[in-house]
């Protein structure tokens, strides 16, 4: 799949003061050719629609002039003749016209969808390769109305105004070239609105835009708050919350409404304000046109083709207002996407390729320091030596670190000071993705995608035959309750697997790992939110797959990861004991009073 963003990011420079149609026409620069295709048969288009009047008036000349027509000087005569001309000229207009339509109105159509595709994949392919942290400050609502809502407004602008404007310019251009050479006496009369109409439409762009911006800003707060809610439901259902939110709901649709208010009523005044100047410019041309036609200065056909062209030339600049209201709404949208685009990936993969059959699954932290932005540090000069094969665990109370360690072995975050290697190699240098593939992880947290039973085990492993998915599932336990669902593998899950309990889902999120086959295996509180039975299920299975594993695990319960090779106990980002389950029960520290509290003894 070939997109922009690559091209975009290397062409571009700095953003700030770069106005949003220079900043699309950086990123669409490979569509050039295609653009000026199709703007070329805008302008057609609109030469062959400006041409009727000018027949008409021909036709009106032949009829007050007869042999004395300007076709007569071509050498017709004949008045049959001269109008069977007319008619010859008529058709070929007429259907160059239409032909002209269909090719600028496909072209257009066909460029937006194109860059409308690329565009949403590339700021999507552009989010992914973002740090967890972009994420943590941001609502999904938010850029969910970038991913959507904003690239949709640009391609309805592409649609349809990109062409209007085109063709607005090329009726200025066109008939003021022509009002000039056949009758320059009253010609400046037809253009004498068009510089202020212009004005006008500028002034109002610029009253718009500030407008606009607030427009976008505000969806994407209503879209944020829709987002979060539907994925809360259940907890506004269960604290009764439904009137709460409804009412924060129906502010945010409040404020959004308002703003959209206040743009429309500028958007909205446009078009009269260029009607009365349309009018006066008109009806000057009525009045002395006229005169100058009846005192010989210009012919009546002259005079009849510069009246159907003016309104040719002044209406059609009424629908400016509505064009540049699109027009509007596309940059401020513009600028949200490039926003998107031009956020700076701050963590770079490595060149070094690696194998998952070739990793031994050695991993060491040397005097590593770690803080999220804007605080204090959480992890605080660890150093940590895990052999491979081995398992290690890491106990501690809540907000001491310890997922967070999990985190930086997967460069979900970087590092700020010290190194983390595997095999004797800075994970940093490493490819990024080589990384992960190495690693499995069973979070506490497990999420499930909208889709079956056996999509979601196969998830991260996409060419597993069914055979190997059934074969993790029993060795994850889960085989005999999928075997009861309703359509067994093939049942839905539904969205985040909500159609099934949390034991169901964390053996679902094992059978993945099991079926990945990892060198590395971290369990982050694997076994935090089930009950007895499912716990000891999830247990059995852990200790069949950790064999001859590197394994990393993250508990609360202590009885969990008694067996482990090596266990650290961290508070506040540091590691205060270390040793085996018996070791850390004859030192007497936290450890042991933790095992205490959890085992029941005094």
């Not at 004005?199 to 109002?204: E, K, L, M, R, V």
């Not at 939110?245 to 703003?259: F, L, N």
């Not at 971290?522 to 299920?537: G, P």
């Amino acid at each position: 799949m070939v997109t922009l963003s690559k091209h975009f990011r290397a062409s571009h420079t700095s953003t700030g003061s770069v106005h949003p149609l220079q900043r699309l026409s950086n990123y669409g620069v490979v569509y050039r050719k295609q653009i000026w295709l199709a703007a070329i048969c805008s302008v057609l288009n609109k030469v062959f629609d400006l041409a009727p009047p000018v027949l008409i008036g021909t036709a009106v000349d032949v009829v007050v002039k007869k042999q004395d027509s300007v076709i007569a000087r071509l050498g017709i005569t004949d008045i049959f003749g001269q109008f069977l001309i007319l008619a010859f000229f008529t058709v070929i207009v007429w259907v160059l016209e239409s032909v002209f339509e269909y090719a600028y109105k496909r072209l257009w159509r066909n460029l937006s969808q194109q860059i409308q595709h690329n565009l949403r994949l590339d700021a999507y392919n552009h989010l992914q390769e973002l740090e967890l942290a972009y994420f943590e400050e941001r609502s999904t609502g938010g850029l969910m109305s970038i991913l959507s809502d904003d690239i949709n407004q640009l391609e309805r602008f592409l649609d349809g105004g990109a062409s209007d404007i085109i063709q607005v310019v090329a009726t200025v251009l066109i008939i003021g070239t022509g009002f000039l050479i056949v009758a320059p006496s009253v010609a400046w009369l037809a253009m004498l609105p068009i510089p202020f109409i212009i004005w006008g439409s500028f002034t109002f762009r610029k009253l718009l835009e500030s407008r606009y911006a607030d427009v976008r800003s505000k969806v994407g707060f209503l879209n944020s708050r829709l987002s979060n809610n539907i994925s809360g439901i259940t907890t506004i259902k269960s604290f009764t919350a439904e009137d709460y939110e409804s009412a924060r709901v129906a502010a945010d649709s409040e404020a959004y409404k308002k703003s959209n208010a206040q743009a429309i009523k500028l958007s909205a005044a446009f078009v009269p304000l260029i009607r009365m100047l349309i009018l006066a410019g008109f009806t000057v041309l009525l009045v002395f046109g006229g005169m100058a036609a009846v005192n010989g200065k210009i012919s009546v056909g002259t005079y009849s083709i510069l009246v159907f062209i003016t309104q040719l030339l002044l209406w059609p600049l009424t629908r400016l207002g509505e064009t540049f209201d699109l027009y509007q709404r596309a940059m401020a949208s513009t600028n949200r996407v490039m926003d998107l685009l031009d956020t700076p990936i701050t963590i770079h993969t490595g060149d070094v390729r690696l194998s998952p059959e070739k990793v031994r699954g050695e991993v060491e932290l040397k005097n590593i320091t770690f803080a999220y932005k804007d605080r204090f540090s959480i992890i605080k000069n660890v150093s940590l030596h895990i052999p491979a094969g081995k398992t290690i665990a890491v106990v501690g109370s809540t907000g001491s670190g310890k997922s967070t360690l999990v985190k930086l072995l997967l460069r979900l975050y970087e590092i700020q000071s010290g190194a983390i290697t595997l095999d004797g190699t800075n994970i940093q240098q490493l490819n990024i993705r080589d990384l992960r593939s190495c690693i499995g992880l069973v979070s506490q947290d497990v999420f499930l995608f909208h889709g079956t039973v056996a999509e979601n085990i196969a998830y991260g492993t996409f060419n597993a035959t069914d055979r190997e998915i059934k074969m993790a599932a029993k060795v994850a336990e889960a085989h005999e309750f999928i075997t009861s669902l309703p359509e067994g593998y093939e049942t839905i899950v539904g969205e985040r697997g909500q159609k099934l309990s949390g034991g169901q889902r964390q053996r679902i999120a094992i059978a993945r790992a099991i079926l990945k086959d990892p060198p590395i295996l971290i369990l982050d509180e694997a076994t935090s939110a089930v009950d007895n039975e499912t716990e000891a299920a999830i247990q059995r299975s852990l200790e069949r797959i950790t064999v001859n594993r590197t394994t990393i695990a993250i508990a609360h319960r202590l009885s969990t990861i008694r067996n482990a090779d090596q266990i650290y106990v961290m508070e506040h980002g540091q590691f205060i004991e270390s040793g085996t389950h018996e070791q850390l029960l004859e030192k007497q520290g936290a450890y042991a009073k933790l095992w205490r509290v959890q085992s029941g003894l005094k």
